[in-house]
């Protein structure tokens, strides 16, 4: 006797969705029959798409049942999965969203595993638990339905070597390929293609989930793996899931590597847990991973964030004894540091050895000491860093001046400001409102309102739009000069 159960499934949006909601199931109620065909199938999944969330892009899985009995002991089952789109009206990623098959219901035997182009997208499947398969078939993955020719094999093979791929949909077919491949290529091959899929940049979540596909079809993790587990979990900002990573690595008797360690303080320092990322870089040079340049500057950039530039400053010492050399990075993040916690003095000095060791610095080193000094009004002292960084082809940018001009400026130095503007437009940079605003504020404070009011002109012709500041200084300039009627119109 043969016999035909249809069973239809939503399945689950697990990257597009935020992390509360929840997808909207509409199954399609069971047809037995023996005689349906694809094409009706397909028709009546989506003559039923209106019933799907509207902000979401659901997925129908049809499950094809064909049983034969042919005794009380024996039998043959034999399971078909085909999808159709449900089209919705706002899709967040479009075809380079990722579908997830979740709780196949009634699952049998034997179940093909497949990887499906529907309009650009990759379906993978999968069930959930291994008890939905029977004891007998539990590890088998069949790879029927994904068979190559010869010259498409070396094809993917190339690909795989090159790690290179244009979207995200020819990387998840690379993988699903792979995945079927007898016998299964190696954990290193796998760990390249997820490497070439964080560079994207975006689809993190699905590396997760892939790795997941990995050791489901008995693929051991190596060191490279899960630290690109940790990076991506660092990504979502799940430190805790890239912590319960580093604790497997433990586990596993593997050495949790420099990179491991510093993508974790990263982000600990990210989120402002800077005693855990301590903790944790004590923990490293304890187990005997001597910290690089990248990890000493991150935890010097993080001590810096909470104001104990003299322990930043203490570690760039203990960096140097241990051998590692910081770099321009290094020394921008402490000068920066120093700057902000008004230790100009001490960031000169940071400045002069860091050039004596021959390192050159960049244009975020000078802005920032240019802007220390300034705060302390010695703007001639900020005008010589001006010009030595001009000296060595280290291009000022608006900041550079902007910060200048403002502390000339307060000074009372109108003129000498006026010539740095003169100096800003002949090497090409348009003032910007701040520029503007500045010079007014001198003028004001020379009471001369009728300069500052022909600037507040200038920038409106030049197309730049003055904001609040701009006009509170000029109402205050003709206030001051008892013009109230004019301060008045604006």
């Given at each position: 006797q043969l016999w035909t159960g249809l069973y239809v499934l939503a399945v689950d949006l697990m990257f597009l969705l935020p992390r509360n909601a929840s997808v909207l199931e509409a199954p399609i109620p069971a047809v037995h029959t023996a005689h349906f065909s694809f094409p009706k199938l397909v028709h009546a999944l989506r003559e039923r798409r209106s019933c799907f969330h509207k902000s979401s892009f659901s997925i129908s899985v049809v499950l094809e049942r064909d049983y034969e009995e042919k005794d009380k002991h024996r039998g043959r089952s034999m399971v078909v999965m085909m999808a159709a789109a449900a089209e919705a009206a706002a899709v967040r990623r479009g075809s380079e969203a990722i579908f997830i098959g979740s709780q196949i219901q009634r699952c049998l035997a034997t179940t093909l595993y497949s990887a499906m182009k529907i309009k650009g997208m990759i379906l993978l499947l999968s069930p959930t638990t291994s008890s939905l398969l029977s004891s007998n078939h539990s590890n088998s993955i069949s790879s029927s339905t994904c068979s190559r020719?010869?010259?498409?094999?070396?094809?993917?093979?190339?690909?795989?070597?090159?790690?290179?791929?244009?979207?995200?949909?020819?990387?998840?077919?690379?993988?699903?390929?792979?995945?079927?491949?007898?016998?299964?290529?190696?954990?290193?091959?796998?760990?390249?293609?997820?490497?070439?899929?964080?560079?994207m940049g975006q689809y993190y979540d699905a590396v997760i989930y892939l790795s997941k596909q990995m050791e489901l079809a008995g693929l051991s993790p190596n060191i490279y793996t899960l630290s690109i587990l940790i990076n991506c979990f660092s990504h979502l900002q799940r430190v805790d899931l890239g912590f319960s990573v580093l604790a497997k690595i433990i586990k596993l008797g593997l050495q949790p590597s420099i990179v491991t360690f510093t993508t974790l303080i990263n982000w600990l320092c990210k989120v402002g847990k800077f005693a855990q990322a301590m903790e944790l870089f004590d923990d490293m040079v304890a187990r005997g991973c001597q910290p690089d340049v990248y990890t000493y500057t991150t935890i010097i950039n993080g001590l810096c964030k909470i104001g104990q530039t003299a322990a930043a400053a203490e570690l760039l010492k203990k960096m140097e004894e241990a051998g590692c050399h910081p770099n321009v990075v290094t020394y921008s993040t402490i000068i920066d540091g120093l700057r902000k916690d008004r230790r100009v003095n001490e960031a000169l000095d940071i400045f002069s050895y860091m050039k004596a060791k021959g390192i050159s610095p960049d244009i975020f080193i000078y802005n920032s000491l240019i802007q220390g000094l300034c705060n302390f009004s010695q703007w001639k002292e900020a005008s010589a860093l001006l010009n030595?960084?001009?000296?060595?082809?280290?291009?000022?940018?608006i900041v550079t001046f902007n910060v200048l001009v403002d502390t000339i400026c307060k000074d009372g130095k109108v003129s000498e400001a006026q010539g740095m503007l003169k100096t800003m437009t002949e090497m090409g940079m348009e003032p910007d409102v701040v520029t503007y605003s500045s010079l007014m504020y001198g003028y004001s404070l020379q009471s001369e309102v009728f300069e500052a009011r022909k600037l507040f002109d200038a920038m409106k012709t030049r197309g730049c739009k003055p904001d609040v500041f701009s006009y509170n200084i000029l109402i205050n300039g003709y206030c001051k000069a008892k013009r109230i009627d004019e301060a008045s119109s604006f």
């Open positions: 020719s010869s010259s498409s094999r070396h094809k993917h093979k190339k690909d795989d070597a090159s790690s290179s791929f244009r979207n995200i949909d020819d990387a998840l077919a690379s993988f699903n390929h792979m995945l079927h491949t007898k016998p299964l290529p190696c954990t290193s091959q796998f760990t390249k293609l997820l490497s070439a899929i964080v560079k030595e960084m001009m000296s060595l082809n280290i291009m000022p940018d």
